[in-house]
């Protein structure tokens, strides 16, 4: 996928995976997200409880990695998977807050096991380092050569 074709992707989706490390162990949670062009990131309206697993992953975590895909079916998928920098951030300008709601997708917080007033949310921002979007027809990495073999093949992002 071009650039212009993963950051049209990145406005459609609304969920996806981000992955963090500790310790040598990784932690992958499923989160909404809106995607900001103006400034090459992802923003994330992350909802924590008392002695947080995530967010102690997140702390830990100098590199994070996030997925967002699409299938179908085996012969009509996408997927784009970024890597960057996991930021808190202590306050979101209200055009970006309207954008987060419009693009993300609503999640239930129920799944927390916590009363909603016991989850604290915090902004964070995902600053892009690198990125790579695939499809079942078309494969085009941003650090990749132009004459890729892959035939649309997984083979390993």
Known sequence: ?????????LHERGTGVLSLTRDGMA???PISFAYDDAYHRCL??????????KHAFIESTELACFTTYEWDS?????????TGVLRRLEDIDLTNERSFYAEATEIEITVFDHPPEDIDHQWYEFVINDQSGRSSQVRIDS???????????????
């Open 143 to 157: 650090d990749a050569p132009e004459d890729d073999d892959s035939g649309g093949r997984d083979d390993g992002q």
């Open 74 to 82: 085996p012969s009509a998928w996408k997927s784009v998977v970024l």
């Open 1 to 9: 996928m071009t650039r212009p074709q993963i950051e049209s992707f």
């Open 44 to 53: 994330f309206d992350l909802g924590f409880v008392p002695e947080s697993r």
């Open 27 to 29: 932690y992958a949670i």
